[in-house]
């Protein structure tokens, strides 16, 4: 970020999320973190609702590396990745 939040902006924060399922039963998400950076995530779900199972790849999911993480979610391209 280019400047540091107030404590005010800090409480009304939310990070923005997007997700990709990648096989029926595999899903990529990723999520920006109040520092500025981003990162991505892949893990295996059941399949059911990827609406909802995206919230259990970013709690749990193995960290992508940046390069596939890139391919995969442009939309953060101004963005750090977070190590």
């Known amino acids: 970020m280019s400047k540091t939040m107030t ?12 997700w990709m399922p990648l096989a ?6 990723a999520q ?3 520092e500025g950076a981003w990162a991505a995530y892949c ?5 059911y609702d990827h609406r909802v ?7 749990t999911g193995d ?5 596939k993480a890139r391919a995969l979610f442009p939309e953060f391209k101004d963005l750090p990745y977070a190590y």
């Open 53 to 59: 199972e995206y919230e259990e790849v970013l709690r």
């Open 7 to 18: 404590p005010e902006e800090a409480k009304n924060w939310k990070p923005l999320v997007a």
């Open 43 to 47: 893990d295996a779900v059941p399949g």
């Open 32 to 34: 920006t973190r109040i």
């Open 63 to 67: 960290k992508m590396a940046e390069w």
């Open 24 to 29: 029926s039963r595999v899903i990529a998400a």
